[in-house]
T-cell receptor
Framework: GESVGLHLPTLSVQEGDNSIINCAYS??????FIWYKQESGKGPQFIID?????DKRQGQRVTVLLNKTVKHLSLQIAATQPGDSAVYFC??????????????FGKGTKLSVIP | KAGVTQTPRYLIKTRGQQVTLSCSPI?????VSWYQQTPGQGLQFLFE???????NKGNFPGRFSGRQFSNSRSEMNVSTLELGDSALYLC?????????????FGAGSRLTVL
């Protein structure tokens, strides 16, 4: 069915280490993928996005990799900091139309950073 | 630049009542989307409005409805509330047009149905 799932529901990393959060998606027609971070009591906050015509995109301390062959998405966070502790969601856009979003979210991965 | 503003932030209702939630998008954004977040189902798409028209709709019963005003502000309404409607309702806005634009979320309205 149309769903986005996560391989690891929880992830604990040591401060300063790199974090990798994985996501599997099932709809090959999705053209746009986004990673969001949600802290307690807040709405999801945009981290980074990638379009289906790309394999990799880098931001500040974050990198998103897209493997369309196996329908896999990953978020890499370099030098993880305590402020990175949150729940991370991947989301795919089901291509409902130009400029339109209809996101399907994964269940989320809780990242805990150990000081 | 102000972000997406949702009101009220918290509310408690009883079964059978109805509720209206409000969302003010980022200035200049014409698209407003609504999502429901629950521990069991996660984040689920409700509907999207663009220029006062519903452009997309998720798989929710007719008790869930929405509208958008000419100033792009949006409201969603849930009638005949059920216990299962307890959730965080999130509003998000974007420019709504093709091109690089990010979907930005508000802090949400937490609804508790007793």
């Amino acid at each position: 069915g149309e769903s986005v799932g996560l391989h690891l529901p929880t992830l604990s990393v040591q401060e300063g280490d790199n974090s990798i959060i994985n996501c599997a998606y099932s709809n090959s027609a999705s053209d746009y993928f986004i990673w969001y971070k949600q802290e307690s009591g807040k709405g999801p906050q945009f981290i980074i996005d990638i379009r289906s015509n790309m394999d990799k995109r880098q931001g500040q301390r974050v990198t998103v990799l897209l493997n369309k062959t196996v329908k896999h998405l990953s978020l890499q966070i370099a030098a993880t900091q305590p402020g990175d502790s949150a729940v991370y969601f991947c989301a795919e856009n089901m291509r409902p139309g130009a400029g339109s979003y209809q996101l399907t979210f994964g269940k989320g991965t809780k990242l805990s950073v150990i000081p | 630049k102000a972000g997406v503003t949702q009101t009220p932030r918290y509310l408690i209702k009883t079964r059978g009542q109805q509720v209206t939630l409000s969302c003010s998008p980022i200035s200049g954004h014409r698209s407003v989307s609504w999502y429901q977040q629950t521990p069991g189902q996660g984040l689920q798409f409700l509907f999207e409005y663009f220029s006062e028209t519903q452009r997309n709709k998720g798989n929710f019963p007719g008790r869930f409805s929405g509208r958008q005003f000419s100033n792009s502000r949006s409201e969603m309404n849930v009638s005949t509330l059920e216990l299962g409607d307890s959730a965080l309702y999130l509003c998000a806005s974007s420019s709504g047009t093709q091109g690089a634009n990010v979907l930005t979320f508000g802090a949400g309205s937490r609804l508790t149905v007793l």
